[in-house]
């Protein structure tokens, strides 16, 4: 389908500045053709008039768990070890594939809903996780977790072959599939030497959550009589492209480990804020250099996945903590939700900022609300003032998955329905 955008106020990035245009957009077989002036004879099939709209990249959610979204509020207001073992776990083991499907659509579903474009999953079941990403013609990075307490490498890394087989490029390239990882704590040492050969061997990266809780760090040095992340890095695992989420307790020995080996981060403030496990030195990071991007982290440990509300609290979180209300600006706080994402991703190529020759993945927020108006800042507006709800359509690599708030591939409906006849199967 080819699209054509008119009236629309764009957010663009140009090096390290953020800017708005007044342009007119011309989408092609899924590719940003023009913006600007679109000529006489461009052929369209759809006309979309983004008056009183302000078109920007779509959202780029780098670290979600998509099926839980059948535990969102089942396990609140518990310290992470508690939540994970005497929660979460047991009743993760009692999920079917059917469970998951439905729960990773309703997840998808919010995604869209809230403009974000593209995800970052790591989940059991993943090839039913790449199922659904393909139903809804969404963007995503897919991993199957890896943890060899519980299970066994060999049977492990092929299905994680398997996946990669099936899925790494498929759906229009639209999905992509990485090593997952399940932490340090979960994952020997030899286990975690072994992935990075199979990363090497797909040419992909992994993708492991990594100093997230104080508790984690301290096992780690009584353990190894070294920091997770020191740890991971005599391992190798720095070799490859590495996603590295949450990153709360850091040394400045692990900032100097991250900045040198390129290590990407998985920002989660809502998450750690809520499991109680402290606050990610990013301003330290992005004096560094080091790229970071922002995530939701679960349903069950958010609980929503409402990026809006991640950007927000990104530049806010940030000045209240450093006490400096330049810490992260509006424009920084855009470029990790969006571009950065897409870096960390290996896909800022293809996604991430509004440019011609890149995918048209992109959103259209309704500027005609009560709390927009005025609108003296719209980089300012898009950070403190825009909730998720705003969001009027939503584009992947050329196709609308929202239109007028209602989604195009998904029906909410029968996933609503689906999902509650299992979140209660599950925890009954």
Partial sequence: MNILINNGSILIFNKEKA????????????????IGKVPDDFHYDKCIDATDKLIMPGLINTHTHLPMSLLRNYADDLPLWEWLTE???????????????????????EL????????NDMYNFADIVARATQDAKMRGCICE??????????SDFKETRDLFKKWHKSNHDRIRIFVGAHAPYTCSPDYLEKMVPLAKELDTGIHIHLSES?????????????????HLYDLGLFDVRTLAAHCVHLSDEDLQIFKENH??????????LKLANGFAPIVKMLKKGINISLATDSSCSNNNLNMFEEIKLTSLLNKGITGDSTAVSAETALKIATLNGAKALGIDDKVGSIEVGKCADMILIDLNKPHLCPRHNLISLLVYSVQSSDVDTVIVDGNILMENRQLTTIDLNTVMKNIQSCAESLTK
């Fill in 19 to 34: 800017f708005i245009q007044n342009k007119n957009i011309a989408i092609e077989n899924g590719i940003i053709k023009y």
């Fill in 87 to 109: 929660k979460v776990w047991p009743c993760e083991s009692k999920l079917t594939e059917e469970m998951i499907y439905w729960g990773s659509l309703l997840s998808i579903a």
């Fill in 214 to 230: 104080l508790k984690e760090v301290e096992d780690s040095f009584n353990t190894y009589e070294k920091s997770p992340v020191k």
């Fill in 112 to 119: 869209i809903m809230s403009g974000i474009t593209c995800f």
């Fill in 263 to 272: 290590v990407n981060v998985l920002y989660n403030p809502v998450s750690n």
């Fill in 145 to 154: 977790t890896l943890f060899d307490k519980t299970r066994d490498d060999s």
